[in-house]
Structure formats: structure tokens, C-alpha cells
């Protein structure tokens, strides 16, 4: 179900062209040159070395790197996976990263630093190399395993993660749990008692802390998040292996959903993938639902049409977001940003061009999901 | 994946144009005017209030509404929002009903009358303003519910409810049971043993009746239904809040399937969606098992060729029915035949335009899901 | 999303016309003639009776045999059930299958032998009536069964099963498990301890062989079979009421596959309907899966281009399948590889005219699926 990109009507390719996105959900940008064997382990989210029987650039995301960022180096679209690795190290990271970002159009970064952020390029160099305002999200759970790296009694635990979580958020946008991967979203959704966080953070702080898994914890974490009050974004559905996808499916969150409600906070559901229709589901039965199919676009690249068009079912227009949940090699944000232009061009021209949609509606529901919802539920101001 | 209207053969649309529905599964329309919370209230199934920074307008129902119900009432397609309600009340409720209905060219309603049956009209309201026959689907639960009300000790409710069953149904078409709201389909297939419907049916009534939902009850009463003998409606999939997705899921009811087989009763999988290629594969399976897509159809609007088109992959084409599942505002009803005749005609005019099919068979297809296969299972006659 | 097949690039056109295919997953032709009754149950995965107010024929995969099997017997597209099944009839069997088999195009057949192979041709049989190389692939539990059948102690059965596998397998290709029909796929995925194995081939050969069923024996015959070193296939999701469809879902694999994955052994997940997406994730995962949407693309008929566009989404293109999974009737090796071929075409073509991919890239990921990857993995030489 698409149309022709020279078949959608004019205001909205436009429109759609220039927009100023809000990634409401992105990581920062590599700030140091790849090899062909990290370049390549960078853009799939297997964490197992790639076998040499195979190159991930014989995928739908390596075909789109190679169609649509090449121009962007100066190469002709569809080159050879060498030429076009070859041509990136000659212009060096820190071009690479201006051109791919420059042409992105994203108006409103917010970047979640939780993961091997520093490896990365921070919020302020993601600002730096791009010259729009780019905000933090907090991942909870980094935080709290900074709490225990630090020295910390099972006693004191909950007051120094709620210490540690209102200092590192003064100025963040967000947080961002990643539940999904180390407990699996099937947990209790109650809040635990303080007696039970006490004994499952003595368990954790005497295996000398590290990567925390325990559910009671991760419970913790997320009831004190929506004590912080910011808006609360969950990882869900694919994702590396480490996740298991059964127990990532959004429907798990709806005791959680029902309970968090009363405190108004939004609740971000990302990715979603397989499960964009029953995170639309969500989305439609609870007013403080929200959800985007970052990620999946990327890596279903001439697909991403597809999964789009899933996403535009159920769910009321409000409660959708644009995010590319890229990170590392600046292809994955300019690509985020370029596959979702050309896919909304795609699904909601094809609407305009079967007379069910005006070309109005289309226009507003593409700034709606691309950017305005965005801002009203981060609080971001009216952009450019 | 599909072709604009006016390259469908004209033969098929002129078919699925004229062609007298059965719609197998709806309740009446709204009886009384609507404000325009109680309208946004209705185009959703959320049961919470519509947040004050959206409008359920902004929707793919939404949008439905304004493109083809507007110029029913004598809009402009697209018109906004204000200017619909504001005709909508100045027509008055009767005469919308009149108009939309009337239009929905449906031959034949299959009215369930079990959730807030008050508010809307019954079948014969149904059949009074449309001038075609309309037959009622009897909700199992409320039966069993007005049972309780009447008064009953738990040792006779067993007979109490078969008595009252028997009553409620002399002349319906078929019974309808919403386990999935109540219980979840996860429920043990087997049929209670009368002390245990007994010793349930206490617990239930030393509470003072209402809302049923011990699964002991819920099995005895599906039990009773497959006993009466009428065909037998599900809801599962797609629905309010209240509805737990995940237990929600046709394949949970493979069990009652097996046991239910002998009965000879046929087992309709109401809406199904996002599990409409999970029903499919049960219809397949099972020769008791048929499905539809309804209320599904409304809430994806121009999305629901998709919905459509997937619930015409590995079912037999005489195990698919229509229904609107529509319940209150007549535009519901009115978009449910809507939207499947289009998204027939998109669905099947690209088979036959990719010379998969040939126009004859899309025509015979057309008119088996929408009006034969349900005359054939609920006994209707031969229509108009 | 299609493009009309005059429009597919014409050389992507030409490769996919000429490729020939390996059909890494399929059963033997029927070797007999077959009544109505008999076709109409060939064609379904029921087992159950025809209901006499239906007939198979009126399905996607009914409808593609009236499209595209007639003309190859000489008539014309969409003929009557009847006529089609008469001139059946008078051509007999052998050149029905002449016909069909030879006509397909394909160039490698690896036959599952396993299930009522009996009634069919074996792999020798199916080089001979086609002129192409066909291979064995054995199904372990078939294995056990003739292991029991033969007579076997308790103590004596892990060994008389090594043998016996070994034996059977000398020439052949790969190994299947129909795990998810016998025990579903959520079982332990730890191999068993000998004890254990012992115990439970005591309980099942004292109860007279038979169906193994027990999750234990189940486990055993895996990792005996990892241990053997053959590529093995996996039973996923889609296929007759034997199978659970909620316990055939391969994310249930999991931990299965990550401990396999030492061992090397390439994992093959057929099918996958409706789990092609699911099957995409672990693709992308893990190194050791593979997957098809074997069956489902012949019962899905006009629809099996939705199917493969799903299969095309994030999974590395080197982890991708052809399988027709033909059991009896040559009408579905036929149509096996036909709607492949054209399911391809148009899924690919789209691509290209969307200007996602060049017409190179979609003519080698064609060949990829169609056929060099399974030669990789089965390692069956350069082809024709």
C-alpha cells in the first residue's frame, strides 16, 4: 500500500520535507572513525560477531545506507559497501557526522545517554556539530548502577537513587527505563514496599552491584520515576538479543499503564515493533499512552512504509511520536529522519490519493506526529 | 496493496455496491441526541474522558466520519468537526438515524442487546427506521445477570438461568458471550461440574450478583449456550480497556474448539484484531470456527484494506462474515458497511487486477462474506 | 504494496523466471490417483471432513490452483472445480505430476521423508520424474518411532537411537524436528540427563511406542541431533489442528538457540505464519536461524506477496528461504515455487520503482533466497 514519492500531493511533500522533527527517543552520534567490522556490527542489533558468510550490508538497512546516504557523501546512490566505507574514512568522523546530521532536518534532539554514552557524542555535541537544542533523557537504571559503583548500604539505597535521580535530571527532558531487558515487561506493577527494596538492593550491593536485574529493584526505579514527575519512556518489543521479545510485549504494561495512571505522567512506549498494533491498542484505550516505531524504521528501511502504516490505525493522532532510537554511525539518524519523511509521504498520500483523507488532515497528522506532540508532552515551546 | 475505486471491474463494484449485508453482529443506534463529549465518547473505546489536548476527531474513525458520514447529512466531505455536530443536532437524532441507516443499505441486523441495551434502540427500533428485518443476539452474561437480580439462591441458579435462557431466546438467532472481558479466554475448556457451578454460583450471589465474572460461571453459562443449540458469538480481540488484549487471543480458545465440535454449534470469533490471521488459521483448522473483522473496520478507517486483506489469507472464504459491531451513534453503522464495501473492493479488485483472481470469483467471494455465509449459519432465509 | 508484474524491472523479471530453486523443505509428490474427497483434504491443513455446505476450492490457495495449475493440464485459467479436477483425472497421475513438478522450475528438492512418506514419492522418485537432484532430510522423530517400533529396552534406547540416526542419515541433507507439534516449543531447552532419557523412554516404549509426545524424548532427539551436525529444521507455527499455535511461536526457541549456537548447526525455522516477523528478529539476532514462509505463501495465494514482504524486513538477507513444504498433490510444488516467484517479483520490483533499491541489488537478493543460501547451508555445490 504505497504510492509512487511523485504521486503525493505537493503541500504534503513539502510539509513533510521541511518539517523540523523532534527524535524524542535518539542516542548520540560516534564520535570517532569505524573500521568495516565495527561500522558493520553497528548497524544491527545483533551483539554476535557478524559471520563471514555474510555482510549486514546485505540487508534492508544496509541497502538504505547505501541509497541514501551515499549522495549524501558525495557518492553515487547504490555504490559498493567499500566505496562507500572507503569515502567515509577519507572525510574523517567529524564530517561525516556534520553532513549526515546537518541533512537530517531534525529540529529537537532528546538524547538518552544511558547506553556506553561515552562513547558517543553528548547532548551538547549533538547540539554542537548540528546547531539545534538537543535535551537529555535519563535512563533509571544507569543511574541507580551509578548509585552502587559509588559505594552504597542496602539501607540507604532508595534515598541515594532518589538523590542521584533529582540531581542528574535538573535540566532532563525524560527517562527511560530498559525494564524490558532486565527483567522482562511481565513484572509486578505495583510498587514494592521499602522493606523489599531494602533486602533486594542488599542482594544486588553484595554481588558488588553491576547490572541490575532484579525486578524488585527495577520496580523500584520505575515508581520512583513517576514520583520524578518527567515523561517515562519504556523500551519495548525488538531490540538486541539480549531482550526476549515474548515478554517485551507492550500488553504486559497494562497493570502498570492502569496504576500510573493517577499521576499523570506520559508514558512513551518505543519501538514497539512486532507489537505496533497492540501498542496502538494502548494508545487508543489509555489517555496516558504514547508510542512511536523508531528503530524498526531503520532496520526495515524499503519496509518502513509498512510498519508506518500499522502504526496510523487504532491509535488517536495525538498519542504518536517520531523517534530513530539511532546509535553511533550518524547514518542511523539522518536515515531515521529521511525513511519516516518518506514513509508518512507514502502511507498518508496514499490516503489523500484513495479520497479518504484530505490533503489538509494529512498535513496536520505529519506535524502532529512529527513534531507537535512531541512538544507538548516534552514541554519544548513552539520550535522554529 | 491496493487500486484506486475506479479501476475495480465495474461488475464488482457494482456488486459489493448493491449488495444487501447481513450485518451479524451490531447493537442499535443511539435513541437520544449527543453532545459533543457523549459524541467523542462514542467514537472511541476508551471509557476514559477524551483529554482536553486532543480530540477523538483527530482519528482514522475520526476522519472516517467527517469524509463519508458528512455528506450523508448534507456536508461538505472534510468539513471540521463543529460544523458536523452542529448539523448533526439540528437534524435531530431520528432523522440522522434515518439518513444513515438508511444509506448503509444492510439487509439484514443481527442486534445484540446485552450492553446498555436502554440506551439504544432494539431490534424492532432497528427494524421500524431501516424497513428490514433485524433479529437479536442474546448476551449470555446479562442473562445470567438478570437471574441474579430477580433473585435466585445459588442452588437453583443453574436451573433458574437455563429457564430464563429459554425465554430470552425463542425467537433470537444466536448468543453472544463476552469471556473475554470477564475471565479471559485462558479458562479451563472442560464443562463445570454442577457442585461446582453451585459453590460458584454462592460466592457470587452472597455478593449481591452484578457483574459476573468467576469463570466457573463463565464456563457454565458458554456450556448452557452450546446446549441451547444457537450459533455462538465471541468477543475477542479489539475492545475497551477493560478488555486484557493478551487474554484476548482466539488461539486460547483451541480447547473449547475440540470440546465444542460434536455440538454442531457454529463458533463466531467476533473483531479478532490484531489476531485476524490467528482466526483465520483457526477457521482453516476447524470447520466449527468462523470470524469477522467488525469494529476493527470502523477504527482503522483508511486502513482497514489492510485489515480486511489480511482476513482474506488462509480462511475458506465460506468461514468470513461481516459485522459492524457498531453501538450508538448511527454513524457507526453506517461507516461499518461503508468502509467494508470499499476495502472489499480494493482488496479483491487487486487480485483480479494482478489476474490472480478472476472478476467472477472477487463478485462470488463479495457476496458469500457479506450476506450468504451469515443467511446459511443463522438460518435467514434467502434475503432480498 | 505491489506493482503490477508488466512492470517488475525486466531483468529481476528474467531471474526470477529462470532461477532454479531449492525447495530446502518439502515432502513427496503423491504417487497415486486421488478422488475429489481425497484432493479437497490435500489442500487444507484440516484433518477434519469437508463440511458438506463448502468446498476447499473456495480458498486463496483453491482459487490459485484453478489460476495457475489449469493451463500447465491445458485449460483455461479459473475453470470449474469440476472440469479441472476431471481432466485430472484422465491425465493420471504420472503426468499430472510430469507436468506440475517439471514445470516448476526447480533445481534442487530436499524431501522431508517423515510423515506418511509412504504414500508418496521418495526422494529418488522425485529426481526421476523431474530430472533434478532431490536429497533426503529425516525426521528425528520418525527415527525414534521405527527405533520403538523395532523393539528397543529403556536402557538401550538412547543408543539404539545414535545408531539408528546415523544409519538413516548417511546421505542426507539436513535433520527435522516437529517438536512444536508433539510438545509444543516451550519445553526446556537444557539437554536432558541420560536418567531422565531412560525414565522416559521407559514410560513411553511400555506403553507401546507409538506417537512420542514426551517433552523429554522430544529434548533428547534434539540434541542428539545438534550432536549429529546436520542443518535442523524446526515445524514453526502454521500448520494442521495438531499444532497450538500460541506454543509453535519461535520466539519460544530461544533459549534453544542460544545454546546451540557452540555446536555450528544452522537452525531452519519453516513457515513461521503468522510469526514471519518474530522469525525476522531472531534472523537478525543469531548467527545459527534461518527462516522461510514455506506453506504459508501456498495457502496465502493472492495474498502471499503480504507474506514474503513481511519475511524481507529485518532480517540480513543471508538468512533467508525458499521452501514450497508440498505434501501429495504436484499442484502445490508447482505452486510452491510459481508464487514465490511471483510474490518476489512483485515485493522486490516495488522496491525498485519506489527507488529503495537498484535492480541489481533486488536480482541478488532473488538469487540469494531462491537459492544460494541454501546451498551455503546445505552445502550442496554450485547448482546448474
Known sequence: MSVELDLVPAGLARVLEELP??????????????SRTAFEEMI?????????????????????????????????PFCAPEEYLARRARLGVD???????????????????????????????????????????????????QVAAAGC??????????????????????LKTVAAYRCGLDFDPAPPAPAEVTEAAGRWLAGGGGRLTDPVLVRHLLWAGL??????????????????????????????????APTGVPLLLLHCYPYQRQAGFLAQAYPNVFFDVGLAIN??????????????????FAKLLYSSDAWGPAELHHLGALLWRRAMARVLGTFVAEGE????QAERVAVMVGAENARRIYKLGAGR
Request: glycine letters at 10%; aromatic letters at 6%.
Open 21 to 34: 522533527l523532534v527524535d524524542h527517543h535518539v542516542h548520540g552520534a560516534c564520535a570517532h572513525d569505524l
Open 44 to 76: 544491527t542489533e545483533s551483539d554476535r560477531p557478524v559471520p563471514d558468510w555474510m555482510t549486514q550490508f546485505d540487508s534492508q538497512l544496509g541497502f538504505a545506507i547505501l541509497r541514501h546516504c551515499a549522495p549524501v557523501l558525495g557518492l553515487e
Open 95 to 145: 564530517e561525516v557526522n556534520r553532513l549526515l546530521l546537518g541533512a537530517s532536518g531534525v529540529g529537537h534532539f532528546l538524547v538518552e545517554t544511558g547506553y556506553r554514552g561515552e562513547e558517543l557524542l553528548g547532548p551538547s555535541g549533538m547540539a554542537e556539530v548540528t546547531g539545534v537544542p538537543a535535551d537529555e533523557v535519563v535512563r533509571l537504571e544507569s543511574v541507580a548502577e
Open 153 to 174: 548500604g542496602a539501607g540507604s539505597f532508595a534515598a541515594r537513587f532518589a538523590e542521584a535521580l533529582w540531581e542528574r535530571t535538573r535540566t532532563a527532558r525524560g
Open 227 to 260: 514520583e520524578r514527575g518527567l515523561p517515562l519512556q519504556f523500551h519495548i518489543g525488538f531490540g538486541d538479543p539480549d531482550v526476549d521479545l515474548r515478554r517485551a510485549d507492550p500488553l504486559l504494561l497494562r497493570g502498570l499503564i492502569e496504576r500510573a
Open 299 to 316: 532496520h526495515t528501511g524499503a519496509r518502513s512504509t509498512a510498519v508506518v502504516a500499522e502504526s496510523l490505525e487504532v491509535a488517536p
Open 357 to 360: 483523507w484530505s490533503p489538509a
